[in-house]
């Protein structure tokens, strides 16, 4: 059974407006989460992570948030570009041992 | 550039051969992973290396071994191909275990 899972397996947002992606887990252990992009025929590259001890995490137009009594994580993208659509992966660990990875989510932004 | 290697970029293999995916980082990280990524599942740990000489088992490891002679190099042998390991295979590293992950661009397998 999955412990990090992605719900939504795309989401179409118009360029400038804001986009959400939303992941949620089911091991209350994990303390430290992070967010990669994937371009097709790449690896994920890193993009955004948080430990356990903070509730937002932010850089540049990217944003992390967790709501630890909801096991729940959401980056969001402020202003959506072009350039970031791609399947966006969210991922956790108990003390950086194995990491857990969701599905994906599809981000398409229109011009 | 330094980065992650991996060979091949994709393959077709009968089932039951044996075959050896290539992992080099010049990055001197001390960490290495391989996972495979399937449609709906997202990346799955299949091996990791948190230094060289020394090897643990992810969320998927049957079927699967690995070996980390040195800090560079990381290969994942699978000793007997079956369909069900048709997959695309990323390997990764990291400075340490508690640092984000650097993946390579892939390994496209096919078994048939």
């Known amino acids: 059974d999955q412990q990090v899972k992605q719900n939504s397996p795309s989401l179409s947002v118009q360029e400038g407006r804001i986009s959400i992606l939303n992941c949620d887990y089911t091991?209350?252990?994990?303390?430290?989460f992070l967010w990669y992009k994937k371009y097709p025929a790449e690896g994920p590259t890193f993009l955004i992570s948080?430990?356990?001890?903070?509730d937002k995490n932010e850089d540049g137009r990217f944003t992390v948030f967790l709501n630890k009594s909801a096991k729940h994580l959401s980056l969001h993208i402020v202003p959506s570009q072009p350039g970031d659509s791609a399947v966006y992966f969210c991922?956790?660990?108990?003390?950086?041992?194995?990491?857990?990875f969701g599905s994906g989510t599809k981000l398409n932004v229109k011009p | 550039i330094a980065g992650i290697t991996q060979a091949p970029t994709s393959q077709i293999l009968a089932a039951g051969r044996r075959m050896t995916l290539r992992c080099t980082q010049d990055m001197r990280h001390n960490a290495m992973y391989w996972y495979r990524q399937d449609l709906g599942l997202g990346l799955r740990l299949i091996h990791y290396s948190n230094t060289a000489g020394t090897t643990g088992k992810g969320e998927v490891p049957d079927g699967y071994s690995v070996s980390r002679a040195n800090t560079d190099d990381f290969p994942l042998t699978l000793a007997s191909a079956v369909p069900s390991q048709t997959s695309v295979y990323f390997c990764?590293?990291?400075?340490?275990?508690?640092?984000?992950?650097?993946f390579g661009d892939g390994t496209r397998l096919s078994i048939l």
């Open positions: 991922a956790a660990s108990v003390t950086f041992n194995k990491f857990y």
């Open positions: 948080i430990s356990s001890i903070k």
């Open positions: 091991n209350s252990m994990f303390d430290y």
């Open positions: 990764a590293s990291s400075v340490a275990r508690n640092q984000p992950q650097h």
